[in-house]
């Protein structure tokens, strides 16, 4: 099993930053793929940004250049969010995928089994 909980969120005015953390616990040896996603009310869960055990990098392309997914050696996971705006305001979500997951894709909700709680963010115009 692993344990997710992020945190970080918050209310900013548009143009502002803020860095979300997600820690991680449990089998963390385990983890393949990592993800943030978010969700608006009313609209679908959409993946934000991906990273993979390599480093590797994959973005939503409303987030390209404003946002920077990051990891460190524990498997804690980082979103460093600039520029937002008020289309950013959601509530963001951690996610963890395993070795040995059925592949859906980098950015698919379906990809991960291990969530955590959210948080969030809310960027006033």
């Known amino acids: 099993q692993v344990q997710l909980v992020e945190s970080g969120g918050g209310s900013v005015q548009a143009g502002g930053s803020l860095r979300l953390s997600c820690a991680a616990s449990?089998?963390?040896?385990?983890?393949?793929?990592m993800a943030w996603f978010r969700q608006a009310p009313g609209k679908e869960r959409e993946g934000v940004a991906n990273i993979d055990n390599f480093g590797g990098t994959a973005y939503a392309d409303s987030v390209k250049s404003r946002f920077t997914i990051s990891q460190d050696n524990s498997k804690n996971l980082y979103l460093q969010m600039n520029v937002l705006k008020p289309e950013d305001s959601a509530i963001y979500y951690c996610a963890a995928s395993t070795y040995g997951s059925t592949w859906y894709g980098l950015l698919n909700s379906n990809q991960y089994g291990y969530w955590g709680q959210g948080t969030q963010v809310t960027v006033s115009s």
């Open positions: 449990g089998y963390t040896s385990r983890i393949w793929h």
